[in-house]
């Protein structure tokens, strides 16, 4: 009898396994998928934008929505301790007048959690209730789910940074990018879990 029974239960975990890894397998192509491969476009303005470091086109983009006064201030969340402001601004000299007045340096985040608690801080104490999310467009679910955690009654406008890989190839058929999608996946899966076991975790 306790054979049956070990028979069922290492059947039912196989069956649970397999249930898993075909849920995970279509949420990843869901995922892939609805990542943004075309340049946005805005049909509004913010009170502020906020720019995820990671990826070398994210500042300059948002430089560019700042300068078009597309937002009030501008938030770089994420910069190395050692990066200084003058080594930042020269990653658009055309724009680098506007770093004295209207950008603002968080050294303190090291990952998208942090970079989110940041965000929620210098929106907070500005009264900003709207703001333009710049990031890598793969990135853009996670720091979406991140920040709209922290920040639930605040607009949050994505305008995700389209790389060259995925403007040229569709992603399913490059190997680096399907690596890379996955990796977020799963980052995305744990970050989506983990707000919903424990949503009152900053």
Not at 2 to 20: D, H, K, N, P
Not at 115 to 128: D, H, K, L
Not at 158 to 184: D, F, H, Q
Request: glycine share 6%; net charge neutral; charged share 20%.
């Amino acid at each position: 009898m306790f054979y049956g029974f070990s028979r069922w239960i290492g059947y039912l975990t196989m069956v649970a396994a397999l249930a898993g890894l075909v849920v995970l397998s279509v949420g990843f192509v869901w995922f892939a998928s609805s990542i943004a491969t075309d340049e946005p476009r805005l049909t509004g303005d913010a009170d502020g934008i906020v720019v995820l470091t990671g990826a070398a086109a994210r500042i300059p983009d948002a430089m560019e929505l700042l300068a078009a006064q597309r937002g009030k201030r501008l938030l770089i969340t994420g910069v190395h301790r050692a990066t200084t402001a003058p080594e930042i601004a020269r990653l658009t000299p055309v724009y680098e007048k506007l770093f004295a007045c209207c950008v603002d340096l968080d050294r303190s985040a090291l990952n998208t959690l942090g970079n989110a608690i940041e965000t929620r801080r210098w929106a907070s104490e500005r009264n900003f209730r709207s703001l333009i999310v710049v990031t890598s467009n793969w990135h853009m679910p996670r720091a979406m789910a991140e920040i709209s955690h922290q920040l639930p009654e605040t607009k949050l406008i994505p305008y995700p940074v389209i790389g060259e890989r995925s403007k040229a190839e569709t992603w399913w058929t490059n190997a680096g990018i399907v690596r890379l999608y996955l990796a977020e996946y799963l980052k995305y899966v744990f970050a989506i879990v983990r707000i919903a076991i424990d949503p009152d975790m900053l």
